[in-house]
């Protein structure tokens, strides 16, 4: 059964400070990997998105690499803004139909 | 152009009844997941629909239908509802590529209390 786990559960940095948020994965049989971004009471925002192929995707301050192997993929955001205060959420689609597995998320808040 | 929509936003109900809630997807994708977010958790998938037909089933009891029309808009139907159902239903959609497995976009969702 595959399992999602992102740590940390929060996350609190000062503007402009660059993070890493982590997420693991139990079982490397994915198609792709998504992260979203949801805002409190809101829906999820699609930021990137990875296939298996691939090591990495990039749009503008932020980066996310897959490692299948290790069943591990991070979120890179460079030069973080109180704007990206928000939960990060990391799915894994996988299945027959390519059905999104959710870790729990990373609240992060940027203080300005 | 749209993206995903769903309705109604918010929706209050007491333990026993029954709800509808309605999504219609992004425009050119033929495929709508319905996943269930309780206060604090990830979301949880809960079925996808694909040419009218339910194609995979999350963990959820058969209280939990739903039905895919010919415009590929969809709707989530919960029977008897618990305490428990309350949470924000979230409607994915996605265009079927054979082969691949595409980027799901996700409406606003719609927040559901049971009292």
């Known amino acids: 059964k595959q399992e999602v786990t992102q740590i940390p559960a929060a996350l609190s940095v000062p503007e402009g400070e660059n993070l890493v948020l982590n997420c693991s994965f139990t079982?490397?049989?994915?198609?792709?990997l998504q992260w979203f971004r949801q805002d409190p009471g809101k829906g999820l925002t699609s930021l990137l998105l990875?296939?298996?192929?691939?090591r990495e995707q990039t749009s503008g301050r932020l980066n996310a690499s897959l490692d299948k192997s290790s069943g591990r993929s991070t979120l890179y955001i460079a030069a973080s803004q109180p704007g990206d205060s928000a939960t990060y959420l990391c799915a894994v689609g996988s299945g027959n139909t390519g059905k999104l597995i959710f870790g729990q998320g990373t609240t992060l808040q940027v203080k300005p | 152009d749209a993206g995903v929509t769903q309705s109604p936003t918010h929706l209050i109900k007491t333990r026993g009844q029954q709800v509808t809630l309605r999504c219609s997807p992004k425009?050119?994708?033929?495929?709508v997941s319905w996943y269930q977010q309780a206060l604090g958790q990830g979301p949880q998938f809960i079925f996808q629909y694909y040419e009218e037909e339910e194609r995979q089933r999350g963990n959820f009891p058969d209280r939990f239908s739903g039905h895919q029309f010919p415009n590929y808009s969809s709707e989530l139907n919960v029977n008897a509802l618990l305490l428990g159902d309350s949470a924000l239903y979230l409607c994915?959609?996605?265009?079927?590529?054979?082969?691949?497995?595409?980027?799901?976009?996700f409406g606003p969702g719609t927040r559901l209390t049971v009292l």
């Open positions: 990875i296939q298996s192929s691939q």
């Open positions: 079982d490397s049989a994915i198609y792709n």
């Open positions: 425009s050119g994708h033929d495929t």
């Open positions: 994915a959609s996605s265009p079927r590529t054979a082969g691949s497995y595409n980027e799901q976009f």
